[in-house]
């Protein structure tokens, strides 16, 4: 089982990107996680293509992009040009969940879905061979520094058991009120990937503690 670390740019200076890239660059992180926000499915407005492109231009990180958006069908084209490697759309926002996720894998990113801290796991059953990263919400999302979710433990053990009963090698990322103080429980609970906001850009030592959230 893997160990991965996704810092959030939602916490990073934006007067400085660039100077947080590159601390992320010499860091252990492992993917760069991009909180896309529309406004209306979540009741905040965050940052789109320029930010992501110009990201781009600075990292060989894979982009873990999460898109907080309705209707996302119109965007997967986009997103991918723009330079994300992974695509993870909403579970609530896709009518058409299934043609979603074809149409990610079919540009060359991996596929993901995102549940809402109410949606249980059990809606993935038949949708998990055509993903390929399952993102559980430890808060609700919208805003970066919110306090994690306790049942959050529950639902990964739920889902850890389901993708290795299907063996579709389906990676889980849990997102929201990430921090040393339980990292480590969260993989130990069968988590492969957690994304951390605050806990990383609100150090004194952001490498640091990158590497603590790995270990
Ligand atoms: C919330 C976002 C998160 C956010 C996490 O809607 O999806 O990715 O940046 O921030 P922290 O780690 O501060 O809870
Ligand atoms: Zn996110």
Known sequence: MSRLIAPSILSANFLNLEQDIKMLNESQADWIHLDIMDGVFVPNISFGMPIIQAIRTQTKKPLDVHLMIIEPERYIDTF???????????YEASIHLHRNLQKIRSL???????LNPHTPVHVLEDILN???LVLLMSVNPGFGGQEFIPQTFSKIRKLRKMIDEQNTGTL????????TA??????????DVLVAGNAVFKSNNPIETIAQLKA
Do not use: R
Not at 80 to 90: K, M, N, P, W
Not at 108 to 114: A, F, L, N, P, T
């Open 108 to 114: 060359g990113m991996k596929s993901g879905v995102v």
């Open 182 to 191: 339980n990292a480590s429980a969260l993989f130990e609970a069968g988590a």
């Open 172 to 179: 889980i990322e849990v997102d929201g009120g990430v921090s």
């Open 80 to 90: 991918h040009e723009v330079g994300a490697d992974i695509l993870s759309v909403h």
């Open 130 to 132: 055509e993903t390929d």
